[in-house]
């Protein structure tokens, strides 16, 4: 009886193949369809070796194989000698059930094994993680040493003496406990922080809540996702805090972030000012007042510096510094010629935030009239004259004569300013008594600016 190895020849390719079992002195091969024996030669130990060729297109199944013998030795039959097979089909319905740095890859075994008896699967997750081999009875392998949120393309192949099958893939994310924040900043408050935070990887698996720890404390603040921030009370004002955050999912709590930079909760503070009216003329004086207080008691801070900075659209600023009374007031005065914006600004201390408020001071040109006076009657045939001067100086802009009525104006007459500020309207008007006012227009660095009106006649 003789044997022959390999057992299984596969379709389309050519094997290196040897017969044993009876001593050969030498072996002519008989012909099977679709499988061509070359290179035919007896060995020292009597073994018959060749090379067989298996036509693509050969029958799979088993074949047997009779060896004549030349000499005393008479034949050997190989009885279910060697199969002609292809590689399996490839296994179909991959799926990826994943652990903590671990996945469990299911399939079902292939509906065609090429002719040739299974012999194990093996699946490669690819990316340096270790193969697994199991046997042809198992159809699920459990895949270790994953990366949490990496993701994996999990490949299944069967194998039979004919060689492997074509991959079946399947990707999948390799979960397990959530990466740390890598930003975390703490805006202060009055006996709080409200911690902001971002940047943590949810490695495979929802991101559930957010564990807040302030140094100095052991009671840490859970926040419930998707919330990217949490405000930390209880706080002693004008100490220091730093904090670090850790998220959370499914597969547990994963590391802390690296400790943020410190804030310091401070009592929060109000800065009132009490500005002058919505308009002002040029030259006229400004009363500023205001208290400081802290915001959540309403207690004052006296002795404070409250620095009150004057900012004109034309000229430079002016910085005045001032202290706070017994009751938190400040005061001051000035005389604006230009539209003016005043910040007042209390910079804090160790336990108390710093506030500022600011506003601006809308100042109109001054106008001035000096004839004809109010309530005087012109003759039928003069010529009005209005006289005045504008300041700030505004020379070459144009002044107008405007009617009143029912509160509108009516341009009746225009002058230039001259280069000292003077202006002169002449004008003719028709019979009739006439309230008028003399304005000139906005422009950089003052709003509009009127004259009183006054009141004539012609006759």
């Known amino acids: 009886k003789a044997s022959m190895s390999p057992a299984a020849l596969k379709q389309g390719a050519t094997s290196e193949v040897t ?8 072996a002519p091969l008989p012909a099977i369809a679709g499988v061509e024996f070359a290179d035919v030669a007896v060995d020292d130990d009597g073994n018959i070796t060749a090379t ?22 008479g034949f050997g039959t190989c009885v279910g000698c060697f199969a002609i097979s292809s590689v399996p089909m490839p296994p179909s319905g991959v799926t990826v ?29 690819g990316q340096g993680v270790s193969k697994v081999s199991v046997a042809a009875d198992q159809t699920s392998a459990t895949v270790s040493g994953l990366k949490p949120g990496t993701t994996y393309t999990f490949k299944v192949v069967a194998q039979n003496a004919a060689g492997d099958s074509a991959p079946a893939t ?10 740390a924040p890598t930003t975390v900043t703490g805006a202060p408050g009055e006996g709080r922080v409200v911690v902001s935070f971002s940047g943590a990887n949810a490695n495979g698996r929802t991101i559930t809540s957010y564990t ?26 004008g100490t220091s805090y730093s904090f670090t955050v850790a998220a959370t999912n499914a597969s547990g709590t994963g590391a802390f972030s690296t400790v943020s930079a410190t804030a310091t909760p401070k009592y929060a503070t109000s800065l009132t000012s009490v500005p002058s009216p919505a308009r002002i003329t040029a030259g006229s004086r400004v009363q500023l007042a205001g208290v400081l207080k802290r915001t959540g008691t309403g207690a004052a801070i006296p002795g404070a510096t409250v620095q009150l900075t004057l900012t004109p ?5 002016v910085t005045r510094t001032l202290t706070t009374s017994a009751s938190g007031g400040w005061s001051d005065s000035f005389v604006p010629a230009y539209n003016t914006t005043v910040r007042a600004r209390f910079n804090g201390t160790a336990d108390e935030a710093a506030v500022t408020t600011a506003f601006k001071e809308a100042v109109g040109a001054r106008v001035t009239r000096s004839a004809p006076a109010s309530g005087s009657v012109s003759a039928a045939s003069s010529t009005m004259t209005v006289r005045g001067s504008i300041w700030p100086n505004k020379a070459g802009r144009t002044v107008g004569l405007y009617s009143v009525v029912n509160g509108s104006l009516r341009l009746v007459g225009t002058a230039v300013v001259a280069s000292n500020g003077s202006y002169t309207v002449n004008v003719r008007l028709p019979r009739g008594n ?9 422009t950089r660095g003052n709003v509009a600016g009127y004259s009183p009106a006054f009141t004539v006649g012609r006759r």
């Not at 050969?58 to 074949?63: E, I, T």
């Not at 859970?222 to 009370?233: D, Y």
């Not at 659209?313 to 600023?317: C, D, H, L, M, V």
């Open 97 to 125: 059930t994943q652990g903590d740095g671990s996945a469990v890859v299911s399939w079902t075994a292939p509906t065609d094994d090429g002719g040739s008896p299974l012999t194990g699967y093996t699946v490669d997750a």
């Open 313 to 317: 659209e034309i000229g430079a600023s």
């Open 52 to 73: 067989a060729t298996v036509a693509a297109n050969a029958a799979r199944g088993v074949r047997n194989l009779t060896v004549t013998n030349t000499g005393d030795s």
């Open 212 to 237: 807040i720890r302030t140094s100095g404390s052991t009671n840490d603040l859970v926040v419930p996702a998707p919330a990217a921030s949490g405000t930390v009370t209880g706080l002693t004002n």
């Open 170 to 179: 399947v990707q999948s994310v390799a979960v397990g406990a959530p990466s």
């Open 434 to 442: 006439y309230r008028l006012q003399v304005g000139i227009g906005a």
């Open 19 to 26: 017969i044993t079992g009876t001593d050969f002195d030498a």
